[in-house]
């Protein structure tokens, strides 16, 4: 559903033009404020929304098929690692909360930087291996499936189907 | 054009495209090659761009062997009948034997798996699916890929590859333009992974005017990923394997964990089961090896996706439609009600925002469903894409050249949708062929295979006036009308995406024509496409902005062109369900149990098509 902006709330940042990933979200230049362009190229992925400081962006469900009168609001809060939505009906019967998390760890921290980690050897190169690995894969016996450790082979054609 | 030329040089590794696909790549290229400069080319920004950008609920391809769950073999079996034979198995078995190591590295990076209490195992949806609350999973592994990166170039549209002047089919870089500068970019690098996504917006949408945009997959899915390779004549596999999906109506809310987790199932408008009435007929159509419904009922062997499309687009069409989900059961447990509604939020917000429109609790009334216009791509349930070299301990000689998932031509490798005959690799099998896809871009090079590469500022320059051609052919002939946008001499990028979906609606099998088409129906629209590529030369773009479109256009009129060619060799219908042939309405597995190959002379534009032989992982098991 199509976004737009409330012109009192809006103060130009650019946080949203940033992020749209379809490239819709552009700053007005005679009102110095963001907008939409391309309603019909707007997937409603509230990318734009969850970054904007000022709740400032908002969505109306789209004119084909979508009644005027509902709402879809969200707070994604970095910091706490959590997200809040709030969704209210057209017809006032159904209002409601609901909070997921969005990460068990601060941001980044926990991602190793690879070109600091012991480099791999000659024998990590020629094996099909991918980084800590065979640690990530399985905690027991620590092999690599091969087509041979699964008693397989390839055979062509509907027969060996 | 004044804009500036900016020459980035000395790459190691491009990353064309950093979704799920390309953020592995780039992750995993420093652990393999920490002396090597690895660059991002990226349209949007790295944190919130390609399929995932809004978040994924679930994890849809997580063998869990650490648990004894799957091995590799299993998902092949599944992913091999869900396609009714028709995939590479040396891609699949490999991604499948790394991919449960992406993502126990997810859980450690942060992104919330949710667990089972009572097993201590991820919370599965399905036999393949795990539940994540997955609203970050992009800005996640772009801090992976931020982090690997020398440098990471956002807002660069990659509208072509270079090639190497001094040995011929061997990849040299890439060229795009930035879509807020507007400068031009060169990247002059030994290999580029391309990681540029599948494609939406091929087909005419069911969505219409402002709700366009309203498609399953993400509308800025150009189909970089096929345009990109299919231009520098890499060949191409399974495009005729288009997807359609069913989904919620009108939103395209996601459907897997109503059906798999919350137990949810469907009925026609007269509130009766239909599904199994179209099978024996169906079985006849395509066969006992594909749709044995005794079979299935016994061993819970999967039906194929495409198959229970069958039933669903055969019932609407005898006048029994609407197809509903029946939810009021389930919803009435408070847990799976909360469960339902966070699954749109976390992937799809846009049913959630139809829902609250139309005031629909499906707590009590059924939501509709409906089938989706056709999609291009190759890592969902459908596995279009470049013929990739497989690993060399796995895969048979005629797909073995050397390098994983390297394409037909030299030091040029692909990751998720790019990668043909890979379906149901979903997001981590995406961003696990995007690591593949590195360790062997290292290889390639430390092997010097990139050695004496050369590329000339001739090369260079005529990349660019083509990049700005349609801003140069907008200014020349803009003043010859007083106003709009109707001009004899130009259309624009709207104009032309209209027309492209149109042709391919009417001609390669949509959603008005049933999904149907014929070999005099193909032919009549790929003569339509060669026009349009004639006046795609003549596409104006008012401003950046519309450049990006007109090269999104580009992109996605090579896929299509693609999916003709490809859906007019393989002469009968292998997936009923996901379109027909209605000159050729059976399965023939003498003839066409097979693979098809597609390539597209660079300079010609002329299409050569082979058959490729399948090869299966013996033993298939009966309750795949
Ligand atoms: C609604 C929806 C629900 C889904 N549900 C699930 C699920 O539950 N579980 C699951 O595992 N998977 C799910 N998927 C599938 C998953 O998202 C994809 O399989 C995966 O993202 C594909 O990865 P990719 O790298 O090939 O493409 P993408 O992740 O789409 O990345 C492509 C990237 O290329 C960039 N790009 C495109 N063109 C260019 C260009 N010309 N130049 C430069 N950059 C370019 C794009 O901006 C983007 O960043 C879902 C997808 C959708 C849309
Ligand atoms: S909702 Fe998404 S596509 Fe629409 S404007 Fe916002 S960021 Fe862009
Ligand atoms: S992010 Fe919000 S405040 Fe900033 S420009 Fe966009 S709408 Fe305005």
Redesign the pocket.
Known sequence: MPTF?YMTR????????DICPSDI?HIDTTVR??YNIEPNMCWECYSCVK????Q??DVRGYADFAPLGHSVRVKRDEEKGVIAWRIKFRNGEKDMDLLAPITTKPWGKHIPQLRDVPAPTQEQRDSQLLYNEPKYIRFDDGGLHTLESNGLKMIKGVEGY | MAYKTIVEDNIDILVAGAGLGGTGAAFEARYWGQDKKIVIAEKANIDRSGAVAQGLYAINCYMGTRFGENNPEDHVRYARIDLMGMVREDLLFDMARHVDSAVHQFEEWGLPLMRNPKTGAYQREGRWQIMIHGESYKPIVAEAAKKAADKVFNRICVTHLLMDESKPNRVAGAVGFNVRTGNYHVFKSKTVIVGAGGASNIYKPRSVGEGAGRVWYAPWSSGSAYGLLIGAGAKMTQMENRIVLARFKDGYGPVGAYFLHLKTYTQNGMGEEYESKWFPALEEMVGKRYLDVEASHRTHRPIPTCLRNHAFISEVNAGRGPIHMVTMHSFQDPHLEEIGWHNFLGMTVGQAVLWAATDVNPKYENPELTTSEPYVMGSHATGCGAWCSGPEDISPPEYFWGYNRMTTVEGLFGAGDAVGGTPHAFSSGSFTEGRLAAKAACKYIDEGKAAGIRVSDEQINRRKAEVYKPMEHYRIYRNEITAGSVNPNYINPRQGLDRLQKLMDEYAGGVTVSYMTNEKLLNIGLKKMKVLEEDLEKVAAENIHELLRAWELKHRHLTAESVFHHTLFRKETRWPGYYYRGDHMKVDDENWHVLTVSRRDPQTGEYTMEKAPCYHLVDAKDDA
Do not use: L, T
């Not at chain 1, 970054?51 to 000022?54: E, I, M, Q, W, Y």
């Open positions: 902006v809006c103060d130009g940042c650019g946080q949203c033009v979200m404020r963001a970054a904007c400081p000022h400032a962006i």
